[in-house]
């Protein structure tokens, strides 16, 4: 038993002392993109498992979707909108009912308005429908590859048809209008964002 343990201490301190170390964790370097810290890229099979997937930094966006979006708008107005638009669409996911449909879609509303009142800033001194129209076509920022983003799983689809249905069949009021198109409505002040 001692020489057991003689020789347990001998591999031990011949370890030690050999500069042998314990392999350290890896660690995962920041990633930033025009001064926004990216959460750390989710493990898709993970990320997919789920409705909501995997949001690291607790801001109500997906960490795909949030990676997707910062590469893909420069400027931080249009990735404002953008985020506040994914954030609002996270919720619809979550629908099991009517009320909680109406609540999404308020959120859709709001952040849909955001985008609306961008648009007008930048077009109400347009000399022609066609700018302005150039102006959208060149700024999108909710289009169907966003959609596809987004909804990117069975089950997520699933979730916003099962919104669609629960509002199915209600007089609802829509957002996007000139009226309610307001700076209000953004969860940024996106003005500040362009200086």
């Not at 859709?108 to 066609?130: E, S």
């Not at 983003?149 to 209008?177: E, P």
């Amino acid at each position: 038993m001692i020489r057991d343990f003689k020789i347990i201490v001998f591999v031990i301190s011949s370890i030690i002392f050999s500069g042998y170390s314990l392999p350290k964790p890896i660690k995962q370097t920041k990633e930033v993109i025009n001064g926004y810290t990216l959460p750390p890229k989710p493990d898709p099979k993970i990320n997919n498992s789920t409705l909501l997937g995997i949001d690291s930094n607790d801001n109500g966006v997906r960490d795909d979707v949030e990676r997707w979006i910062v590469k893909r708008f420069d400027n931080k107005a249009e990735r404002s909108i953008a985020l506040q638009i994914a954030k609002a669409l996270q919720k619809v996911v979550l629908v099991t009912d009517e009320q909680s449909a109406l609540e999404a879609m308020d959120e859709t509303d709001r952040a849909l308005d955001c985008r609306g009142y961008y648009f007008i800033k930048h077009t109400k001194d347009m000399n022609t429908y066609r700018e302005a129209a150039i102006f959208r076509k060149n700024h999108k920022i909710f289009d169907s590859e966003f959609k596809d983003i987004q909804f990117n799983t069975h089950d997520r689809i699933k979730a916003y048809f099962s919104y669609n249905r629960n509002l199915s069949g209600k007089v609802l009021g829509g957002g996007g209008g000139i009226l309610s198109s307001t700076k209000d409505k953004c969860d940024e002040d996106i003005d500040a964002l362009e200086l």
